[in-house]
Nanobody, 116 residues
């Protein structure tokens, strides 16, 4: 069982920045992937960004050039730096851990609100 705790959400004006953190209960060094997803009201949960064990990354088109995912295996943590935030980035952001390709774990989510 892997427990994930997200933090760093909040309210920010358009154009602002936030950094989300996800702390895992144990080592993530062997995990196939770690990622961030988001779910806006009335919409399905969608991939924002993920990072694979080898270090390669994948981003949703809507966040490319604005968001950066990073991973610190020594701290069992993954981060999402979000810059140039837009109102459409408003959502609950979830951390996902994929130790293998057949099992995965979710965090409880953290709210991000972008509004003037």
């Amino acid at each position: 069982q892997v427990q994930l705790v997200e933090s760093g959400g909040g309210s920010v004006q358009p154009g602002g920045s936030l950094r989300l953190s996800c702390a895992a209960s144990g080592s993530i060094v062997s995990f196939n992937a770690m990622g961030w997803y988001r779910q806006a009201p009335g919409k399905q949960r969608e991939l924002v960004a993920n990072m694979f064990r080898g270090g390669s990354t994948n981003y949703a088109d809507s966040v490319k050039g604005r968001f950066t995912i990073s991973r610190d295996n020594a701290k069992n943590a993954v981060y999402l730096q979000m810059n140039s935030l837009k109102s459409e980035d408003t959502a609950v952001y979830y951390c996902k851990a994929e130790p293998t390709w057949v099992n995965y774990y979710w965090g409880q989510g953290t709210q991000v609100t972008v509004s003037s």
